[in-house]
């Protein structure tokens, strides 16, 4: 399945610079990582806090070092109308599933190092 999006809904709805783009395209595809189809007033603060739980969990997001939560937040709110076709979940349904991803792969991580000892 393809990635689709839209911006049609924010304002302005193309972005002002080369750092506006940039920051669109990684909301576009942190969507999938975050597992947010869309970007509403409402939903700011989870895609916030699931965009730091992953870079502290999974490191699926990439968020420079020293970028605050609020320089984030501001990046999603000028973002907010932006809409993908990405399926949301619940925040339940994302933690159970990061947290299989997790342990997956830590599962593998562990059993090789055994297995190579």
């Not at 947010?36 to 997001?61: P, S």
């Not at 076709?85 to 059993?111: G, H």
Request: glycine residues 2%; contains cysteine; neutral net charge.
């Amino acid at each position: 399945m393809s990635l689709d999006w839209t911006t049609n809904r924010c304002d302005p709805p193309l972005p002002t610079d080369d750092e506006d783009r940039h920051a669109r395209d990684m909301l576009v595809w942190s969507a999938l990582a975050v597992d947010l189809g869309e970007i509403t007033k409402k939903n700011v603060d989870e895609w916030v806090w699931r965009m730091f739980y992953q870079r502290k969990t999974t490191e699926a997001i990439y968020i420079p070092e020293k970028t605050t939560p609020a320089e984030v937040r501001r990046m999603v709110e000028r973002w907010v109308g932006l809409g993908t076709n990405v399926l949301t979940l619940s925040r339940k349904q994302w933690l159970k599933k990061v947290t299989e991803i997790m342990a997956n792969r830590n599962t593998r991580e562990v059993a090789d190092a055994v297995h190579h000892a």
